[in-house]
Structure formats: structure tokens, C-alpha cells
């Protein structure tokens, strides 16, 4: 799966499928009713992922390594950026070190792409990547997923991780993180919730997290309002738009630009 209409990134790239819900943030994973339409669609890669609870599906725990997917990004010759795990995440406790390793090793061998993988459990990222990787590939970002002041720590738990980008994503931004440390982050993403259930985002949990990205001098990207606008108005996502403080912000780490042009 390659396509993707998520903004800051150009490609997904799915070597695992599964995944089970950690936190708040996690209540209305895409994924996976995703992963539902596509066991419906006979994808055998996401059959008997999920299951139903009440009028919801939910993961069942299963975690699939698919060895097939991993030589995908060989193939993709022009320069990407590559979310990694759009449908799971990397760093769940069912995945293999082996497989981890397997994905380092074609990462490391397309230096033309650059791939941002996101995490719930950056205890295991930082633990692996630290101790038993122990390597920076300059092509790598690394990030971790803050919807609200409950889990603030794994921004804390990502500054262990060595990493040429660290980022947070604040997406679905359900509560405020506070005056939330930034130093040594280089990229934030903030967002709101879309969906039927989607919760409600406010401009001043906002105001907070663009605050700390300008004392840091960490850059902001502001993805979506999501289905609440800043009126507290529900609307589609569309007409909510990306416009935060009068325009849209679409800032990438300082060291991005030039390293992909010169790969191009
Ligand atoms: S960690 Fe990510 S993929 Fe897994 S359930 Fe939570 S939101 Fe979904």
C-alpha cells in the first residue's frame, strides 16, 4: 500500500498488520476499521485481525510480520517520505526483534527515502533501538503519539531513543498536555479527531503546543482540526480546513530539505 492521503507524509509502507489498543488515543484507531473493510475485501493479510464490540471493532491482539511487504520500498526509485505502519505499530510487544531488525536493514539500504515510524510504546523503541540497533540512520525519524497529559512521559521516553529526527504527533488531540517539554524534539504534528465518534479538540490546547514549539525551535505542523472546529462546531473535516492562527502550517524538520533534494 503506497498511496496515502495523510499530509506530511508521501507513502505508507505496511510490514506489519494487528495491533491492540494502549491509551485514550487509541479508542478510534482507524486502523482498525480499516483492517475490518479489508478482511470483507478477502485481503488475506488482514483476516482475523479484529473482532466486534457492541456496534465497534476492535483489534484481537494478533500481530502479523508480513515478510512479503519488506521488500517494498527497494522498488520505489524516487525519493519518499515513508510512514512506516500506518495499520500497526512497529514497536508492539508481538513483533520480533528480528523482523525490527529486518525493516532496519532495508531501511538502511535505501538511503534515497526517509522513513518516519510512529509509536505508542517508545519504551521498546528506545530499549531496542539503543541497546541492541545501535545505530542512527541519517534517514530515520523517529516519534512517538501524545493525545494528552497522561502520557506525556513517552515524550520523555523518546528523547532516550538515538535519532537523527525525534518527533511527536498530538494526534487526536483529546486533552491538554500542558507546558509539555520539547527540548531535543525537532517536529510536531498536531490534529484533531475525525469520525462518527470523534472528540472534540480545543485552540487552547493548541496555544500550548505551539508555545513550547517556538521556545524550543521545534518545527509545527498543523494537520487538521479533524470533525470539531475551533468553535466547538461540529463539521466535516473538509470545511473545518487546516488553518490554525489566520494560515496553514506546514513546517518540516530544518534538516529535511536539503537531504532530499540532494538524494533527488
Ligand atoms: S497503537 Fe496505533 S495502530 Fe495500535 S491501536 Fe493504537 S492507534 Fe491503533
Redesign the pocket.
Known amino acids: 500500500m503506497a498511496e496515502t492521503q495523510i499530509e506530511w507524509t508521501d507513502a505508507t509502507w505496511n510490514p506489519v498488520a494487528g495491533?491492540?489498543?494502549?491509551s485514550a488515543?487509541?479508542t478510534n484507531?482507524y486502523?482498525?476499521e480499516m483492517a475490518r473493510r479489508l478482511q470483507a475485501m478477502n485481503v488475506k493479510k488482514y483476516k482475523g485481525l479484529t473482532r466486534r464490540s457492541g456496534k465497534r471493532t476492535i483489534?484481537n491482539g494478533i500481530v502479523r510480520e508480513d515478510h512479503s511487504a519488506l521488500q517494498i520500498p527497494l522498488s520505489w526509485k524516487k525519493p519518499k517520505k515513508i510512514f512506516v505502519n500506518s495499520?500497526?505499530?512497529l514497536f508492539h510487544e508481538e513483533v520480533s526483534n528480528a523482523f525490527i531488525e529486518a525493516v532496519w536493514g532495508i531501511m538502511r539500504a535505501t538511503p534515497h527515502h526517509h522513513y518516519q515510524i510512529l509509536t505508542?510504546r517508545p519504551e521498546r523503541m528506545s530499549e531496542l533501538v539503543r541497546d541492541r540497533i545501535g545505530e542512527v540512520l541519517p534517514n530515520v525519524w523517529l516519534g512517538t503519539?501524545v493525545e494528552n497529559s497522561a502520557v506525556t512521559g513517552r515524550v520523555d521516553e523518546l528523547r532516550t531513543v538515538p535519532a537523527a529526527i525525534r518527533f511527536v504527533s498530538f494526534e487526536p488531540l483529546i486533552g491538554p498536555v500542558g507546558n509539555v517539554d520539547l527540548s531535543e524534539i525537532d517536529w510536531a504534528i498536531v490534529g484533531g479527531e475525525s469520525g462518527r465518534s470523534a472528540r472534540p479538540i480545543r485552540e487552547e490546547w493548541i496555544d500550548e503546543i505551539y508555545d513550547q514549539c517556538s521556545r524550543f525551535d521545534t518545527a509545527f505542523f498543523f494537520k487538521q482540526w479533524g470533525t470539531w472546529g475551533k468553535d466547538n462546531k461540529r463539521r466535516s473535516k473538509k470545511a473545518n480546513g487546516r488553518v490554525y492562527r489566520g494560515r496553514v502550517w506546514d513546517e518540516m524538520p530544518a534538516s529535511l530539505q536539503g537531504s532530499m533534494v540532494e538524494a533527488e
Open positions: 495491533c491492540s489498543i494502549v488515543g487509541c484507531c486502523a482498525m483489534w495499520m500497526s505499530d505508542k503519539s
